[in-house]
């Protein structure tokens, strides 16, 4: 079975090469409104450009994943801060589609956790589909609306999950058809584990974004592994790319939920075992906090397993 591998958004191989930069609104008041838009355009145009550097560094070392940065444009959903983030970077939008397009990568999405469809609050749901209205709208100006997903986790539990599971199905009416096709739900490391997301997927139609150190954190006794996966897979069904897995490992004992540095081997051994034997391509992103630097590190480190065959800089066969 064929794995690819990807990393979230900033290349720690490149200097000086985040596409995460930012403004914050106390900053932006304190400027004139000439300035205000001149900063907001320049950082902007920065995160873009870095963006394209990173694209660039992952063609070279054939990495087909890649998850943009949620905060390419700064103070976008700011309530109080109205500009067009769109009209004056459509030539560099439209570079970095066409990247993405003709080496066939694949993109995503992964707002904050403050974008929940769970709240009683009518407040945090529009604000919910504003920040996906926003992150859409940088899809469908890099032509990548109808291939690049969304991911989201279902939200808080506010003390009483059923009630939160049914408020999320009716908030989520709120979110335009086009956006939602585009969506994909995570497993907690807290809140709700992989069976009751699964749950929530599979009502919605929602492929899941299956993290397994999520998992390994957050799940009950009754929720094995190799009962789970085939589910996992089930919801990608009608997807035109195989399924995805978020691929981390523990700090530590003490840290467990955090993120390491590096992907430990024998911590995702009892996953790689049971996807062997289901035998289904799957795309692995790294969100170790060495980024692009984990990944390489992880793909040699699998490629050293005996009977594995390396297929590329990112990809093997297990």
């Known amino acids: 079975m064929r794995i690819r591998f990807g990393y979230v958004s900033h ?15 106390a900053r932006y008041k304190k400027l004139d409104n000439d300035d205000r838009i001149s900063q907001l355009k320049k950082i902007t145009e920065i995160n873009l450009r870095n963006t394209l550097r990173a694209l660039h560094f992952n063609i070279a070392h054939e990495i087909h994943l890649y998850r943009f940065s949620s905060s390419l444009v700064p103070l976008a959903t700011h309530e109080e801060v109205q500009w ?10 439209q570079e970095i589609g066409e990247l993405v397009q003709t080496h066939q990568m694949r993109t995503s999405f992964h707002p904050n956790q403050f974008t929940l469809f769970t709240s009683d609050k009518p407040h945090v749901t529009e604000n919910a589909v504003k920040d996906m209205e926003y992150h859409y709208a940088l899809l469908e100006a890099m032509d990548l609306e109808k291939e690049g997903h969304i991911n989201l986790h279902v939200g808080g539990a506010y003390g009483d999950k059923k009630a939160a599971v049914s ?35 599979e009502k919605e139609r929602i492929p899941l ?14 929720e094995k592994l190799d009962e789970l996966l085939p589910r996992f897979f089930d919801t990608w069904k009608e997807m035109k ?3 995805k897995i ?15 540095d590096y992907v430990n081997l024998d911590f995702i051994q009892p996953l790689l075992k049971t996807l062997k034997t289901l035998g289904e391509p799957v795309d ?8 692009d630097q984990a990944l390489l590190q992880l793909v040699e480190d699998i490629s050293n397993i005996r009977g594995v065959k390396r297929l590329g800089g990112a990809m093997v066969n297990l």
């Open 11 to 25: 290349a720690l191989s490149l200097w000086e090469a985040t596409p995460a930069r930012t403004m914050t609104y």
């Open 84 to 93: 067009d983030y769109i009209t004056p970077f459509k030539s560099l939008y």
């Open 167 to 201: 408020r999320f199905h009716d908030n989520l009416k709120q979110l335009p058809v086009p956006i939602k096709k585009q969506m994909t739900l995570e497993n907690d490391d807290k809140t709700y584990t992989t069976s009751e997301t699964l749950d929530v997927c």
């Open 209 to 222: 974004m299956f993290d397994y150190h999520h998992y390994m954190a957050n799940h009950q006794q009754e």
């Open 241 to 243: 790319v195989p399924p």
């Open 246 to 260: 978020h691929i981390s490992s523990p700090k530590s004992e003490n840290a467990y939920r955090s993120h390491a």
């Open 284 to 291: 692995f992103m790294i969100e170790a906090k060495a980024k």
